[in-house]
C-alpha cells in the first residue's frame, strides 16, 4: 500500500518537472504575463511580463499523480482524497479566473471582491458539508465535527459551527499562502516543507490507525481518521508536483504560480488539516504563512490607529527587501523559519501521540 505513496510523489515530480516548461511557452504565446503593481519594491519591475497562472502545472499534476498511482497500485481512490482534490481545484478554478481577469481583462485588480469572496465560499462550504458525508463501516466520516489538534478533542461544535470554522480555515490559509507568493520560490518552497510533514501525519496515522487498533500496544491511542494513507498519497503528489515546479519558479522564475497556485495550495493545506483531524496543529505547521499573514494585520491595523507604520512594507518578505537584503537571501532564510515550524509541528504530534501511549 506503501507504493502509492512513492508513485504519486515520483509521478507529480516527473511531470512538473517536464510539463511546466511547455506551460511556460503556452502561457508565453498568449501574453499572459505577470502585472506589478507600481507601489511594489522597484525590484519588481524586471519580473512583468513572466508567464504567470503557473500553479495549473502543479494542480492538474497533482491529481494526475493520485489517479495514476491508483491505476498502477489497483487500489480505488477514496472519498477524503476525492474531497481534498475538489477543494484544490475548485480553490484554484477562483484563483484562475482571479488571474484571467488581472492579465487578459486588464483590470489589476481581478475579480471584484464580492465575487471572489461568492466563489471561495462556494467552494469552501460545499467542502464542508460533503466532509461530513459517507461514513465508512466504523462510522466515520472524513471531517468531525469535534475541533482537533492533534487528534480530536472534546468540544463538539456541530455541522453548522464546523462549516463556519472551516470556512475560517480556507480562507484564512488561501490568504496567507497568496500573500506569501510575493518572491521567487518562496511559497512553493515552503509549501513543500507542509507536504512533506503531512506526508509523514498520513503514513504514521495509517500505521496507529483505530482499524489495526487489535495490533496496537495500547488500543486507546489509535487514529480515527478515515483515509490517513490516502491523505498521505495526495500529500506526496502534493510535495513532488511542488518540487518539480519549484525548479522553475526559484529565482530567476520563469514562470509565477498566481493566484490560480496559491489559492490551491492554501486550499488543500486546510483540507489535509481537517481530514487528518490536526486542524489547530496546521497552524504550527503552516507557521511562515501565519507569520506573513499577521505582518499585514499588524500593519493595517498600526496604520489604522496610529497613522505609523510598524513594517517599511507588508507583506514581512517586502520589509526585508526595502532593509537591502537580497530576495534569495530572504527566501532561504524564510524557508529555514517554515522548516523549523514544520519540525515543532512534527514534535508536538509525536509527543501527543507518546503521551497517550
Known amino acids: 500500500m506503501m507504493k502509492q505513496i512513492l508513485f504519486s510523489g515520483v509521478i507529480g ?178 509549501s513543500v516543507l507542509v507536504f512533506g510533514a503531512y506526508t509523514f501525519i498520513g503514513v504514521w496515522q495509517f500505521q496507529e490507525s483505530c482499524a489495526n487498533a487489535i495490533t496496537l500496544t495500547n488500543p486507546n491511542a489509535c487514529y480515527e481518521v478515515r483515509d490517513p494513507l490516502d491523505l498521505a498519497v495526495i500529500a506526496s503528489a502534493l510535495m513532488g508536483s511542488c518540487l518539480g515546479f519549484l525548479w522553475w519558479n526559484t529565482s530567476p522564475a520563469k514562470v509565477f504560480m498566481g493566484d490560480t497556485g496559491s489559492l490551491a495550495l492554501g486550499g488543500v493545506v486546510t483540507g489535509l488539516a481537517i481530514l487528518s483531524r490536526t486542524e489547530l496543529l496546521v497552524a504550527v505547521m503552516g507557521g511562515l504563512f501565519v507569520l506573513i499573514t499577521m505582518s499585514v494585520v499588524i500593519q493595517v491595523g498600526s496604520f489604522k490607529m496610529t497613522g505609523k507604520r510598524v513594517f517599511r512594507m507588508a507583506p514581512l518578505q517586502h520589509h526585508f527587501e526595502l532593509k537591502g537584503w537580497s530576495e534569495v537571501l530572504i527566501v532561504v532564510r524564510f524557508w529555514i523559519i517554515q522548516g523549523i515550524c514544520v519540525i515543532v509541528g512534527l514534535g508536538l504530534f509525536y509527543a501527543g501521540w507518546a503521551a497517550e501511549k
Not at 495514476?68 to 481512490?77: D, E, F, M, N, R
Not at 484571467?100 to 462556494?122: E, N
Not at 492533534?150 to 496567507?176: C, E, K, Q, Y
Open 13 to 190: 515530480l516527473f511531470l512538473t518537472l517536464v510539463g511546466t516548461p511547455l506551460l511556460i511557452k503556452l502561457l508565453a504565446r498568449k501574453g499572459y504575463g505577470q502585472y506589478i503593481r507600481d507601489d511594489g519594491p522597484r525590484e519588481h519591475a524586471s519580473k512583468r511580463g513572466t508567464p504567470t497562472m503557473g500553479g495549473i502545472a502543479f494542480i492538474l499534476a497533482t491529481v494526475a499523480a493520485y489517479f495514476l498511482s491508483k491505476v498502477i497500485t489497483g487500489y480505488a481512490p477514496t472519498y477524503s482524497g476525492l474531497l481534498v482534490l475538489g477543494l484544490m481545484c475548485g480553490m484554484g478554478l477562483v484563483g484562475f479566473l482571479d488571474d484571467y481577469i488581472k492579465i487578459v481583462k486588464r483590470r489589476s485588480l481581478g475579480l471584484r471582491a464580492k465575487a471572489k469572496m461568492a466563489g471561495q465560499l462556494i467552494v469552501g462550504i460545499s467542502f464542508a458539508v460533503l466532509a461530513l458525508q459517507f461514513p465508512d463501516v466504523s462510522g466515520n466520516t472524513p471531517a468531525s465535527t469535534k475541533l482537533s489538534f492533534i487528534t480530536d478533542f472534546g468540544w463538539n461544535i456541530g455541522p453548522i459551527l464546523f462549516v463556519i470554522w472551516a470556512l475560517f480555515m480556507i480562507l484564512a490559509m488561501s490568504n496567507g499562502v497568496n500573500l506569501t507568493d510575493g518572491l521567487d520560490g518562496l511559497a512553493t518552497g515552503a
